[in-house]
């Protein structure tokens, strides 16, 4: 009944429909350009001379040139502080996801005393603002003779990614079904047996995930990073702020969309191969927590 | 009958045992948190205590250490200071704009985006891309892009006639440049969440609902968005969370400037602590800051847990 009716209705109301979801799907496709503009036009920027920088009307004609990169590569030390922060996100988001889901599989499937305001606190503690810490931090790292130590810009990592990575990971373990530990038991397996023989394979997607999620905030993050670092242990994003926020010299766009395009082609081609877990993790980050 | 027999073995062996077994089992269970909890409390636990300490000390800048006792002293010097006041102010208005804004966006791009064609994974790959570019990247293209004189922002509206607009140095269109950059930056990661939420509805309400003869309002309003209420609020959180610690893009982008127009928060103590090196007022100040984070986080929380239970 109801789809002969629907094949009878008049071809004005599908040729509409047709063109919705035209405009729906071109729509889509110009918001997706306008927000690749921006970095396009780094990259475009970056590849250009100086005389090609500071043209008007700005130009999309020009000689493209590697010029620039040659020049800063190794004017701001790039390798080096490349470097820096894979140790610092490596090392900061390896020792988060495993004490935080370890942590996190406690608050979801253990029956602990006060757990639930453990989570509550956890939750909370996501809203310290870091600038709270990144004093302290600087004040009792100076009298330890701890700046500029990766292991220092480590531990302050860890006092997001812990909480960011129990509070997802909490999620989580909390859908899998409950029968799991009950199998692991009568199988003979202690509860740190049941964690890692049986949980944590059957996780391995939301700890893919969660720790992708983790590199990237530990890489792009600046606040520890400026207070606690000046040369030895700096990352990239201290580098950029230099270049970005250099009075003194006055707007160098050849360095900033150079060493921004030479920093960000990892991330990218990183996430775009993670893409699948990426995404899937943000889903579930919403859903699940 | 193997039952009995396991039952009996086991019962035989634990009875001398119970009270060591159930110890081991207490240990493990908390064998789990506490790795965690003394990371924790190490480098937050104690970081915030010494902060509460020196908020209420001079520091020293010889010895970058703590001497003297002051009371309320720094408190009352930043209650007195307009400047904190105004930081305050600025964070609220980025807050109120960028946030919804981003929200809305988001999920309005997210509707477009899912629109069912062999495009779709390729246009959504590439949502990534903004959403992995470090804010203070960010920051700075932006600032190439609004520059007066070079940017290409400036001669495109010029083109339709529009401008020049004095992006950077005017203090209205400074805190709009902060709010359109960090939105530029953050709405692809809601896009991204909001996408496969959207993806996620049950299709048979909608088509329940196109067979009632309702409309795309009705079915927006009605239909939707009670299924999307706990997504919009958990995304909502997240975003909060993060936002509230804004700080990366305003320095690049303005350093908080023209004068302190777009000076949030945390920037403002960031460079009261270690440009004018007052640590034991900004000390303070964070403390101040924290409370009303805190305040307002546990409220969101409350919110969201209320709208998940009526559903």
């Known amino acids: 009944m109801s789809t002969t009716a629907a094949r009878r209705r008049p071809s004005a109301y599908r040729r509409r429909n047709a063109f919705l979801r035209q405009l729906r799907i071109w729509s889509g496709v110009a918001t997706c350009v306008l927000f690749l503009l921006p970095i396009a036009w780094m990259v475009l920027t970056s590849l250009k001379q100086q005389r090609d920088i500071f043209t008007t009307p700005p130009t999309l004609f020009f000689t493209p040139t590697l010029e620039t990169y040659i020049n800063y590569l190794f004017n701001y030390d790039l390798p080096a502080r490349m470097l820096n922060t894979v140790i610092v996100a490596g090392g900061a988001s390896f020792i988060s996801i495993v004490v935080g889901s370890m942590a996190g599989y406690a608050l979801a499937r253990i029956k602990l005393r006060g ?15 870091p600038i709270a810490l990144a004093v302290p931090m600087f004040l009792v790292a100076r009298a330890m003779g701890l700046l500029d130590h990766h292991i220092t810009l480590i531990l302050a990592y860890c006092t997001f990614l812990i909480p960011y990575v129990m509070w997802l990971m909490r999620g989580f373990f909390k859908a899998l079904p409950d029968e799991l530990e009950e199998a692991a038991k009568i199988d003979g397996c202690s509860r740190f047996g049941a964690f ?5 394979p059957i996780s391995l997607p939301g700890l893919l995930s969660t720790l ?28 950029i702020s230099g270049i970005a926020g250099d009075t003194v010299n006055g707007a160098n766009w050849g360095a900033l969309t150079a060493v921004g395009t030479m920093t960000v082609i990892p991330v990218v081609i990183f996430a775009l191969l993670v893409q699948k877990w990426l995404i899937q993790g943000l889903a579930d980050g919403a859903t699940k927590g | 009958m193997s039952t009995t027999v396991l039952g009996t073995r086991t019962g035989t ?3 001398p045992s119970r009270r060591v077994s159930r110890l081991t089992d207490l240990a493990a269970r908390w064998g789990f948190v506490t790795p965690a909890a003394i990371l924790l409390i190490a480098t937050l636990a104690y970081p915030i205590g010494y902060t509460l300490y020196i908020s209420f000390a001079a ?21 007195e200071d307009d400047r904190f006041w105004d930081s305050l102010w600025v964070t609220f208005v980025y807050l109120v704009f960028a946030l919804p804004l981003q929200m809305f966006l988001g999920f309005l791009s997210a509707f477009l985006i899912n629109a069912d064609w062999k495009g779709r994974g390729v246009v959504r790959a590439a949502f990534i891309i903004p959403m992995v570019i470090a804010p203070v990247i960010a920051g700075g293209i932006w600032r190439m892009l609004l520059d007066p004189l070079w940017g290409i922002a400036n001669y495109l509206l010029g083109i339709v006639g529009l401008g020049p607009i004095e992006w950077l140095a005017d203090p209205f269109w400074a805190m709009f440049t902060i709010i359109l950059i960090d939105t530029w930056r953050w709405t692809p990661f809601i896009t991204l969440i909001a996408s496969a939420a959207l993806l996620s509805l049950p299709r048979d309400v909608f088509e329940a609902a196109a067979i009632d003869g309702a409309n795309w309002w009705t079915t927006l309003w009605r239909v939707a968005m009670p299924l999307l209420v706990p997504v919009i609020a958990a995304t909502f959180v997240v975003r909060w969370l993060g936002a509230v610690k804004m700080f990366d893009i305003a320095l690049a982008a303005t350093h908080g400037g023209p ?6 928060v945390n920037l403002f ?11 034991a007022e900004s000390a303070a100040m964070s403390l101040i800051v924290l409370v009303i984070t805190m305040v307002l986080t546990a409220i969101f929380l409350r919110g969201t847990r209320m709208l998940e239970e009526r559903n």
């Open chain 1, 115 to 129: 757990a639930t305001t453990i989570g509550v606190i956890i939750l909370l503690s996501r809203g310290v603002p």
């Open chain 1, 196 to 200: 890692f023989r049986i949980i944590v």
């Open chain 1, 212 to 239: 992708i999620f983790s590199i990237i905030l530990a890489w792009e993050e600046l606040l520890f990073a400026l207070v606690l670092t000046n040369r030895a242990a700096s990352t990239v994003p201290v580098v």
């Open chain 2, 13 to 15: 062996r634990r009875i």
């Open chain 2, 59 to 79: 520091i020293n800048l010889g010895t970058f250490s703590p001497d003297e006792w002051v009371g309320w002293d720094n408190y009352l010097t930043v209650f």
């Open chain 2, 259 to 264: 004068g302190r127009a777009t000076s949030v």
């Open chain 2, 269 to 279: 103590i960031y460079e009261e602590a270690f440009r004018s090196l007052k640590f």
